[in-house]
Structures are given as structure tokens and as C-alpha cells.
């Protein structure tokens, strides 16, 4: 294109940058001022409340930030020119200036190819810095012009320096990612996806996409995206709000399954066994073992009338119920209703009446009824049926030497002064499963998947039986004593036997330096899983020995220093037993630095443990010590795996000790 037209062309695009601003701001007005006035043109009180919270969650949605494109390209199609942003704009005649990236005729710009253009004649990508339009770049697929992942501009945007939370990828999604992104709402994925294959992106956005698809019909029954832990999700927190998606519940489990809190702290046996799917088994035969058949009939005083109800039918009731399979309080209380259900009808005979409500309420709750009912389908919580299997372990099932590993060694008093670890919070929510049935949302998202033990997945089940899933994770971070090293065995315990497992092999985060280093790794991992690809060819990565280990500590303070004269994040990642030592270090030198969980800081350095650093990416990364990362737990070199590739620009191995063997072999 001539420089003239070219700069035409720029100065257009600009125009229509910020004339959707302006539409998008006006639009934004237009649902302040609903919110303002929603109570007086209302017809009720609850007409106003729900309104209200629909334009308040409307104005949020429609939030804009000047830092982020507003559209970032365009489909030439028919004659006809669309942008594709983040969020659908209209002018004030209700076109379209913007098409948000879900939408049907959008989906063209990640699929369509020069084999198959989908009536695309030019697609168009456009360069940005903070907001504002500086280029753009054209693919004439009806000329056979297709750049792919050559293109100057997506090479940009996939290699742009981050610092803060993570950033959406709609403007990078690849056409397998897309696929996945756009799967029907019916479908439960699981993603094996290698670092730097943009899994957690994925999944976020299948969330954001199948929001904008079936809005209402998850905006009742909700998506709920659970992550590893704080720092994980903090990481994660702004990727939906800058699509415009703001009614998403994010939650580790432990935050899902905390019924009561944490006061007690396990052994790694009794924590391995409590993690074991054996346990919702042991949990089931003990509650239902406590039902009882009826060895006495029941006599009820009505004023002058006596009502009798036999042994016989008292047993078929209770038969009945057990059969029927329903949870155990479900079942309790219609053993109760039927057994009134024959009070009334002996009265309906007797009186000619049919009986009041209040009268029903209170043959449901008299004496004789309600100790009936003790006596073969006792009430039970969550909380005592725990107590009782860690006071006095069942034998069957479980060793002896498990029995023990889990035994309360001072059994509480009482349930309510009961300590329960972090364990025995699943193995109450399983218990709670039992007796009532969870609420199940109309999709979950779950990251870091390969660390899911049986009853953490069965947790997980219960809050998806009526809805699907989208697991995402690696089998080679597997880091926890359980990690599963085979997906169909953790779907089994997901309640989606037959999801698709789908594998993501092509990075596009993590350069091929830095790849090339930690596939050495996979050997040793125990896990068959394909050797990650990048198509980075960029990035740098130095391994660095230090002859004094006492100086290994200075060493990795000049790393730091030169890291930071580049551009982006940098993290220090070392054992956790070290993190507190370099935090005084950087304290003492005077330079700022951020927790994991505190991703809004500010700060361009993070001191991360190795531990809490799974899902989490920066520019920079400097590894403090490979060997005290690997010896800190049984699954060490997995944890060094993951590490090693958190790195999207450089790597810098700093070791005074020897390096693993598996990352010495060429």
C-alpha cells in the first residue's frame, strides 16, 4: 500500500477507534441513567430490586479501559468491513461498531484460512501500545496471502512484556485454541495442554464464550472456575472482567469445601489416606449402616382418638425409602411424611375430615413420630459422621496401619469442639453430599487438574452433576502425592468418564530455548505425555554455576538487577525455604517486590515459592537453586519442571550445588 494510503487508512481506523469509544461511553451513560431512574419506572418494590441489579451489572460490563483496544481486527467480507473487539458496540441507531469476538460471523477471523476463507477477503490485525491504534496488518486471503504465525503483529501481542494479572488472548486465539474455546455447552473437555499452550486461556475464555451463548441460562445455575490456590486466582482475576463477564465465581477448593475451619493439621499418611477414594466408601457404609428396620409399632393420642400403625407398614416404609436412593436426609423426611401420610388417612376414616395443615405439622413433629424416626433413620451432620469414623476407624476397607494413621489420638468431647484439618473438610463436604445434594452449576472450569486427588475430584462432581466441565492441566506438573498420571482415571471420578481428551502440544508462550531445557526433564517424570514444541524463537536462557554456595544468595541479587534494566516481570523462584531469606535481601537493597498473591502491587519483582508458582508466568525468571527445589518433596523434579517453565522471555538457572541428573542429559 502506497505510504498516502497507508496513512489514510491508519487515520481511518483510528476515527473508528474513537468514535466506538464514544458510542461504547454513551451506551454506558444510557445504563447509569436506567440505574438511577430503574425504581421509579418499576411497578413493584422486587420489578425495581431486579432491575437495579441488572443495570449494575450492566454499567460493569460495559466498563472500558483506555489502555486495552477496544476492537483489534477486522473481516473484509461481502463489500462490507466488521471490527472484532472485545465487546459488542453499537451506534446510536443500534448498528454494530464493534462485534464482539463470540459472535457468530467473529469466529471467522480465527478460523478462516486460505483453504478455507469462509467469505473473508481481508482480515486485518491491528497493532496497539496502551490503547492507542499504531499499525495494522493485512492477510488478502482471496489472493492466497496468509501470514499465520509469522505475522509481525500476533508474534507482537503473544511476546509483549507482562507485568500484573494475566491478559486475555482474544486477539492471539490460535484455531485449535478456538475449537476448544467454542465447544457446545453440552461437552465436557479435558485440555492436556503443555506449558505455554495457553490452557488456562482456553478455558477462561470457553467460560466467557459460553456466557455470551447461553447468557440466562447460566446466569441462573452460574460458571464456577476453581484454581490451585490464591496467588493462582489473583493471577487470573482480570481476564473475564475485560471481556466484560462479571458474575463468574472463582474459588480454590479448600474455599469450596470450607464448611468449618481449619484447626488441625495432618501427617502426610493419614492426609494421603484421607485423600483416597476408598474414604467416600468407608463415609457411606457408615452412615447408612446406622438405619435400623422398625421392631415396634407406633401409637399416636389425638385427643380422643388413638391412631396405631403396625410394624409391618412401618418396615415397608423404611424399605421403600432405601430403595428409592435418595439422599440420606431427603430419605429421612419422607419416611416422616408417609408415616403421617398413615395417621392422616386412619383420621380422614374415622372423622370424615380431611385434616388441617397445623394438624399434619404436628403429627410430624410429636414425640412418638420423631423417636420413631431416631430410632431407625437417626439425624445425622456432616460434621459427626466425620467424628465417628476418625474416632473409631471402620475395619473394613482400610488396613490397620491406616486405621491408625487416621485415628483422632484425643477424641473431642463433643462434635462442635472437633478440630478437622483440611482433609477432613472433604471428607465432610463428601458426608454433606451424602445427606443433601449439592447445587450443581451450570459449568465449571478447573485448572492444574493432574494435582486432583478422588475426593477432591468427587467434590468437584457433586458441583457439576447436571452441568459439564472444562479440565485443564498437565500430567507432567503433577506435583501432589496423588497427581493422577492418567486423565480417563481422574474423569472417571469427575462423573465425565467420556469427556474428550484433547492435547495442546504448540507453545506459544514459552520460547524453544527454554523448552528444549525442561523436556529433559519428562523422562524422569513418569508420565506419557508428548514433548512440548514453542514456536518462539526468541528468548535467552543462562545456566549459571557458583562455585561458594555462600554466594549463591549475592549471585542471584545481580541477576536480578540486570533483569530488571529489560523490560516485564521478573520472579525469583526458589524453595520455599528460602523465600523469606531473599525477601530481606531485596527489603535490605531497597527494591520493591510483590507476594504472588498480591499481583496489583505494582512491583516488577515477585518472590515466588516454588510451591505456589504452578499457573503463573513471567518475563524474567530466576531459578534460585534447582537441587533444593527437587529435594524439598517426593515429586520434586515435577515441581522443577514446572518452574523452569513459568519463563516467557529469558531464564537464568542459578545452582551451587549440582544439577539434577535428569537436567544435566543432553
Not at 431512574?37 to 432491575?51: I, R
Not at 478437622?420 to 478447573?446: K, N, P, Q
Not at 514456536?535 to 536480578?560: H, N
Amino acid at each position: 500500500m502506497p505510504t498516502t494510503d497507508l496513512d489514510t487508512e491508519l487515520a481511518a481506523e483510528r476515527s473508528h477507534l474513537t468514535e466506538s469509544r464514544a458510542a461504547l461511553r454513551r451506551m454506558r451513560d444510557r445504563a447509569e441513567s436506567l440505574f438511577a431512574t430503574g425504581d421509579k419506572v418499576a411497578g413493584d418494590s422486587y420489578t425495581a430490586e431486579q432491575l437495579g441489579r441488572h443495570m449494575a451489572r450492566r454499567v460493569k460490563e460495559l466498563a472500558d479501559d483506555p489502555d486495552t483496544p477496544l476492537f483489534f481486527g477486522r473481516l473484509d467480507i461481502d463489500d462490507s468491513a466488521y471490527h472484532v473487539g472485545r465487546r459488542h458496540v453499537t451506534d446510536d441507531a443500534g448498528e454494530p461498531m464493534v462485534l464482539d469476538w463470540r459472535a457468530p460471523l467473529s469466529r471467522s477471523f480465527y478460523r478462516a484460512s486460505v483453504r478455507d476463507p469462509q467469505g473473508v477477503a481481508v482480515r486485518r490485525r491491528f497493532g496497539f501500545v496502551k490503547g492507542e491504534l499504531t499499525s495494522f496488518e493485512d492477510e488478502h486471503l482471496d489472493r492466497g496471502e496468509e501470514l499465520g504465525t509469522s505475522s509481525r503483529i500476533l508474534t507482537a501481542e503473544i511476546e509483549r512484556p507482562r507485568v500484573g494479572p494475566m491478559r486475555d488472548i482474544v486477539a492471539t486465539i490460535q484455531p485449535e485454541q478456538d475449537e476448544l474455546v467454542r465447544a457446545d455447552l453440552a461437552d465436557s473437555i479435558c485440555v492436556q495442554g503443555a506449558p505455554g499452550t495457553g490452557k488456562t486461556a482456553v478455558g477462561l475464555h470457553r467460560a466467557a464464550y459460553l456466557l455470551y451463548l447461553h447468557r440466562e441460562r447460566l446466569r441462573k445455575s452460574k460458571v464456577l472456575i476453581v484454581g490451585p490456590n490464591t496467588a493462582f486466582l489473583s493471577y487470573i482475576s482480570a481476564v473475564l472482567p475485560t471481556l466484560g463477564e462479571v458474575e463468574v465465581l472463582q474459588s480454590t477448593l479448600d474455599e469450596l469445601v470450607g464448611r468449618a475451619p481449619i484447626r488441625a493439621t495432618d501427617t502426610d499418611a493419614a492426609k494421603t489416606i484421607k485423600h483416597d477414594v476408598r474414604m467416600a466408601e468407608v463415609l457411606s457404609r457408615a452412615l447408612w449402616s446406622r438405619i435400623t428396620r422398625p421392631t415396634e409399632p407406633i401409637m399416636v393420642s389425638d385427643g380422643s382418638y388413638r391412631w396405631r400403625i403396625d410394624v409391618e407398614p412401618l418396615r415397608r416404609i423404611v424399605d421403600e425409602a432405601r430403595r428409592e436412593g435418595l439422599p440420606y436426609s431427603v430419605g429421612r423426611e419422607r419416611v416422616r411424611a408417609r408415616v403421617v401420610g398413615l395417621l392422616q388417612r386412619q383420621s380422614e376414616y374415622r372423622t370424615g375430615n380431611s385434616p388441617s395443615e397445623s394438624w399434619l405439622r404436628r403429627m410430624s413433629r410429636i414425640a412418638q413420630v420423631t423417636e420413631f424416626l431416631e430410632s431407625v433413620w437417626p439425624a445425622v451432620t456432616p460434621e459427626s459422621l466425620v467424628a465417628g469414623v476418625l474416632t473409631e476407624p471402620p475395619t473394613d476397607l482400610l488396613t490397620e496401619e491406616e486405621r491408625e494413621a487416621i485415628r483422632w489420638v484425643k477424641p473431642p468431647k463433643t462434635v462442635k469442639s472437633a478440630k478437622f484439618s483440611a482433609a477432613d473438610l472433604l471428607l465432610i463436604d463428601e458426608a454433606a453430599g451424602l445427606l443433601e445434594r449439592e447445587t450443581s452449576f451450570g459449568h465449571v472450569v478447573v485448572d492444574e487438574a493432574q494435582d486432583l486427588s478422588p475426593m477432591q475430584a468427587r467434590a468437584i462432581a457433586r458441583r457439576s452433576e447436571h452441568g459439564s466441565i472444562t479440565l485443564l492441566g498437565d500430567l507432567a506438573q503433577g506435583t501432589a502425592p496423588w497427581a493422577t498420571t492418567d486423565w480417563r482415571d481422574i474423569l472417571g471420578h469427575l462423573g465425565k468418564p467420556d469427556a474428550a481428551v484433547v492435547p495442546l502440544t504448540v507453545g506459544f508462550r514459552v520460547p524453544e530455548v527454554v523448552v528444549r531445557l525442561a523436556n529433559r526433564l519428562l523422562p524422569a517424570l513418569g508420565v506419557n505425555v508428548p514433548a512440548a514444541v514453542s514456536l518462539r524463537a526468541d528468548g535467552d536462557l543462562a545456566v549459571v554455576p557458583v562455585a561458594e554456595p555462600a554466594d549463591l544468595d549475592a549471585v542471584t541479587m545481580a541477576e536480578l538487577t540486570a533483569a530488571l534494566v529489560h523490560e516485564g516481570s521478573v520472579a525469583v523462584i526458589a524453595a520455599d525455604a528460602a523465600v523469606d531469606r531473599l525477601r530481606a535481601h531485596l527489603d535490605a537493597a531497597g527494591i520493591k517486590h510483590a507476594t504472588p498473591d498480591d499481583v496489583d502491587a505494582g512491583a516488577r519483582v515477585t518472590v515466588v515459592p516454588a510451591t505456589l508458582v504452578k499457573g503463573l508466568e513471567y518475563d524474567h525468571v530466576i531459578v534460585h537453586e534447582p537441587a533444593d527445589i527437587v529435594a524439598a518433596e517426593p515429586k520434586g523434579l515435577n515441581r522443577l519442571y514446572v518452574v523452569l517453565t513459568r519463563a516467557v522471555t529469558r531464564l537464568s538457572v542459578l545452582h551451587a550445588k549440582p544439577l539434577p541428573e535428569a537436567l544435566t542429559l543432553a
